[in-house]
Structure formats: structure tokens, C-alpha cells
T-cell receptor
Framework: DVKVTQSSRYLVKRTGEKVFLECVQDMDHENMFWYRQDPGLGLRLIYFSYDVKMKEKGDIPEGYSVSREKKERFSLILESASTNQTSMYLC????????????FGSGTRLTVV | QQQVKQSPQSLIVQKGGISIINCAYENTAFDYFPWYQQFPGKGPALLIAIRPDVSEKKEGRFTISFNKSAKQFSLHIMDSQPGDSATYFCAATTGTYKYIFGTGTRLKVLA
């Protein structure tokens, strides 16, 4: 069964910590995405990558960075975690061909205290 | 113009009833409209999708109705079941790999 795996289901971090969220896909997909999901706001795109070492900012990149050193792995980095980054983080991947159907991971619920 | 507006935010339906979720868009360049279903503790999963060259697509109890002139599309769940209780997201794309998602509808089907 093809899948997108996020390394942690729940994380609790302290304000100011550097936080790494890891995502691995086994579908040989070109594209990978990081979203955050908040009630009433839906899915908001943080960053995406269409190739190894390539990245583009999404709609809310402030306070985040990403790394894609290998095709199957896409990491989201919170440089200095803040309480307003408490959220559900979803990783997704898609193939490089139309219609680019997304496959999502199960999410990481991050709480910053 | 890149937004997809989804309504209602939440919906309660009796078992056996019809659930209807609506989405509206402005960008006429959108050419693919998927719906995603998300159960608690899980990531969203593709449910059904439509292209603007058809007005309706049906898969089992799930139907997408598409109105190109009104720039609206909707998801209908016939004979709604408690197992359909989930959050539903509509989305749109211009044929690129970047989707624009609606804000989601939390559906609860009462037994």
C-alpha cells in the first residue's frame, strides 16, 4: 500500500526550540507539500517542492523553512517555535503528471508551550 | 481570485438524508476539481473529482454537480450514513501541481 509517512503523530515543544517535522513517501512522487490545518481556516500551504533541492514558498511560509535532499523525504523546520505555530501539520505528495492527485500523510499535531 | 469558498462550515444530517456541500470559485482557469474526505486522526483522502467538461459525476452515493457558468460545484452524499461523518474539502487547480483548498465542512450524520 503506497503511503506518505510522517515521523511523529504528536509533538510537544517549548517556545524558541528548533523543530523538525519529517515526511517520507514511497511512491517516487516528484512533488511534495507541507500544509497546516487549523479549524475554520482549512488547509494552508506552507512550502512545496517539485524536485530534489528545489523549494517554493506557499501562502504562509513565515517562520518555516524546508529541506529536500532526497526525492522521498521532505522536512519542515520551525526555526524558533512559537505558540502560534501550534497546529496540525500535513505532508502530501503528488506525481508529476496530470491530474497530480495528492496523497496525504496522517498528520503531526504540534503543540508549542 | 485564487480562493475557493466552501459552505457550510458544519452540517448535521439524519441517517438516510442527503448531505450537500457547496464550493464557489472565481478563477476560470481552474480545470480540475477534487473532493477530499478526512476522518479524525487521518490525513485527507481523495473521494471524487470532476473536470469542467462534464456537469455531473457519480461514484456510488457520492455525486459532484458542476455549474460552469455559475462557477460553482457541489458534493451530494445520498443516503448519508454515520460512517460518512468526516470533514470534507473541495479543491481546485489550474492543471499545475498546486491545489487551492476550501476551508472544509465538518459533516455529522446522526444515527
Amino acid at each position: 500500500d503506497v503511503k506518505v509517512t510522517q515521523s511523529s503523530r504528536y509533538l510537544v515543544k517549548r517556545t524558541g526550540e528548533k523543530v523538525f517535522l519529517e515526511c517520507v513517501q514511497d511512491m517516487d512522487h516528484e512533488n511534495m507539500f507541507w500544509y497546516r490545518q487549523d479549524p475554520g481556516l482549512g488547509l494552508r500551504l506552507i512550502y512545496f517542492s517539485y524536485d530534489v533541492k528545489m523549494k517554493e514558498k506557499g501562502d504562509i511560509p513565515e517562520g518555516y523553512s524546508v529541506s529536500r535532499e532526497k526525492k522521498e523525504r521532505f522536512s519542515l523546520i520551525l526555526e524558533s517555535a512559537s505558540t502560534n505555530q501550534t497546529s496540525m501539520y500535513l505532508c502530501a505528495s503528488s506525481s508529476g503528471t496530470v491530474p497530480y492527485g495528492y496523497t496525504f500523510g496522517s498528520g503531526t499535531r504540534l503543540t508549542v508551550v | 481570485q485564487q480562493q475557493v469558498k466552501q459552505s457550510p462550515q458544519s452540517l448535521i444530517v439524519q441517517k438516510g438524508g442527503i448531505s450537500i456541500i457547496n464550493c464557489a470559485y472565481e478563477n476560470t482557469a481552474f480545470d480540475y476539481f477534487p473532493w477530499y474526505q478526512q476522518f479524525p486522526g487521518k490525513g485527507p483522502a481523495l473521494l471524487i473529482a470532476i473536470r469542467p467538461d462534464v456537469s455531473e459525476k457519480k461514484e456510488g452515493r457520492f455525486t459532484i454537480s458542476f455549474n460552469k457558468s455559475a462557477k460553482q460545484f457541489s458534493l451530494h452524499i445520498m443516503d448519508s450514513q454515520p460512517g460518512d461523518s468526516a470533514t470534507y474539502f473541495c479543491a481546485a487547480t489550474t492543471g499545475t501541481y498546486k491545489y487551492i483548498f476550501g476551508t472544509g465542512t465538518r459533516l455529522k450524520v446522526l444515527a
